[in-house]
């Protein structure tokens, strides 16, 4: 059974950091692309950020210089550092693991398994 369990979401103020977790098993992922997503209720949901094969990276531009995603394929985790948090930063986050795409792309439907996510709220 695939599992993507995420960890690390919280509260904090403007400025602020936090470190995001994300826990795979069940598929052999490594090679594959994986990534983190965000959503707003009632917003569709958005990449954040994503790695690839020979770790190439590629980052929405609101959290390019702020936000670095890394891989460790041998712990089957992925992370996400998020620094200088923004209030417009705030949303459920979600990683994501492809079963075929090796390319880094915040490119939805080319991925096939999701967490449940874990929320983030930034206050001002």
């Known amino acids: 059974q695939v599992q993507l369990v995420e960890s690390g979401g919280g509260s904090v103020q403007t400025g602020g950091s936090l470190r995001l977790s994300c826990e795979v098993s069940?598929?052999?992922?490594?090679?594959?692309?994986v990534g983190w997503f965000r959503q707003v209720p009632g917003k569709e949901r958005e990449g954040v950020a994503s790695?690839?094969?020979?770790?190439?990276?590629t980052y929405a531009p609101s959290v390019k210089g702020r936000f670095t995603m890394t891989r460790d394929d041998a712990k089957n985790t992925l992370y996400l550092e998020m620094n200088s948090l923004k209030p417009e930063d705030t949303a459920m986050y979600y990683c994501?693991?492809?079963?075929?795409?090796?390319?880094?792309?915040?490119?939805?439907?080319?991925?096939?398994?999701w967490g449940q996510g874990t929320q983030v709220t930034v206050s001002s």
């Open positions: 994501a693991a492809s079963a075929y795409s090796r390319k880094a792309t915040l490119t939805e439907r080319f991925y096939s398994y």
């Open positions: 069940g598929i052999g992922y490594s090679g594959n692309c």
């Open positions: 790695v690839g094969t020979g770790d190439s990276t």
